[in-house]
């Protein structure tokens, strides 16, 4: 079937050139050829990666990125240019040639061997591809059976040892091309969650500690001009300014606390969530069930991604209670974090530039994880995220 597709092509090719300067006539035959190789590839790509089990992505077509007949053959052009397309058409034919050969060699051992047996049914002579020999020396033909299965069994490895080269090399491609876009995902991620996360930072010290911290050095100045004239006053001044202090350094340790948590490093995800759930203005109902202390990096991101959630939760959402679930679940072959959180609350939350669900989304794309968010137009909310980690 190899010998008669690739001399169908060929055919094919030859009328297709022949045929341009017919009104472009052949313009459409090559089209079709195009095609048809592109089919034909796609189809040797999927024949190998099952047959020797290389982990390969498919053959794609190249679509064109915008409406008109310009980009549509641009995308021809693309398509055209496909290595890997070409590589498995190449590959097509080395097995359609091996194959031939391979069957070439079955045929002439299988003559070999009935023809060895001559002499049993009282036959002269035989013939073997022109080749005559006496009955007496037909027993001969039974070490040429043997090559000729020895040939048949070589071309199978050799198909192999070439359809793997190929095909494979291919496979590493695109495994290379796929961690080279995850780790531009990852880092565009990484970015962008500083980026939030410093906003978040100069907003909490503009908005929260910064005011404090006027005050009390205004408190502090009167103070100090009314102490010799006015020193009831003064330290009623002082005292405001006492206050003021302990609220500033209450508010600096929730956005260090932001930041990072040392009940976290300390004592795990376990007790840094119960931490987080005990200071929401909304009840927090955890379900944390984990056999034992993850990857640092993994329980980090998730934290702060459950925490960041359950912020916005009492922010935005008016629910009435939070539900906190957590698991290390199996993904090929390799443990994720799993958690889930629900609320209550009349729904509606999307990811927006510079927002809480934004930092989250970032700060999980940054871990490699992935956060999936759930949230009809009058509730519930449900956010899921997904870690990598290691045990």
Not at 78 to 97: E, S
Not at 200 to 214: A, M, N
Not at 382 to 388: D, F, G, Q, T
């Amino acid at each position: 079937m190899g010998l008669v597709i690739v001399s169908l092509l060929l055919g094919w090719l030859a009328a297709g050139t022949g045929l341009i300067l017919l009104a472009g006539f052949g313009l459409v035959l090559l089209l079709g050829l195009l095609y048809t190789v592109f089919g034909l590839s796609w189809l040797e790509i999927e024949r190998v990666s099952q047959l020797y089990n290389l982990p390969v992505a498919s053959l794609r077509w190249r679509e064109r990125n915008a409406p008109g007949f310009s980009s549509y053959i641009r995308s021809v052009g693309r398509n055209l240019g496909n290595g890997r397309m070409w590589a498995a058409f190449g590959n097509f034919v080395l097995a359609t040639l091996l194959g031939a050969g391979m069957l070439g060699a079955l045929r002439w051992s299988i003559s070999a061997a009935i023809l060895a047996f001559a002499p049993m049914s009282n036959t002269s002579s035989v013939t073997l591809e022109g080749w005559e020999l006496s009955s007496a020396q037909a027993p001969w033909l039974i070490p040429l059976a043997l090559a000729g299965v020895g040939v048949v069994v070589a071309l199978v490895f050799l198909h192999r040892a070439i359809s793997t080269a190929i095909i494979g090399t291919i496979a590493r491609e695109t495994e290379l091309a796929q961690k080279a876009q995850t780790s531009s995902v990852q880092r565009e991620g990484a970015v962008r969650a500083a980026e939030v996360e410093r906003t978040r930072i100069e907003c909490d010290l503009h908005d929260g500690v910064q005011p404090r911290l006027v005050s009390v050095a205004m408190a502090l100045g009167l103070a100090h001009q009314q102490i010799d004239t006015e020193p009831q006053q003064a330290k009623e001044l002082i005292a405001e300014a006492h206050t003021s202090t302990k609220a500033a350094i209450t508010e600096l340790r929730q956005l260090t606390r932001g930041i990072y948590t040392s009940v976290l490093e300390d004592r795990g995800l376990d007790a840094a969530l119960s931490a987080v759930a005990g200071r929401s203005h909304i009840p927090v109902q955890l379900d944390i069930q984990l056999p034992k202390r993850m990857e640092k990096n993994a329980e980090a991101a998730m934290y702060f991604a459950i925490a960041e959630a359950l912020t916005n939760a009492a922010k935005h959402s008016r629910a009435s209670w939070c539900r906190v679930t957590v698991r290390v679940r199996e993904f090929e072959g390799h443990p994720w974090l799993w958690a889930r959180i629900e609320d209550n609350g009349i729904g509606g939350a999307h990811i927006q530039p510079g927002g809480g669900l934004d930092g989250i989304h970032h700060r999980v794309l940054a871990a490699g994880g992935t956060l999936h968010l759930d949230s009809p137009q009058g509730g519930p909310t449900a956010v899921e995220v997904n870690v990598p980690c290691a045990s």
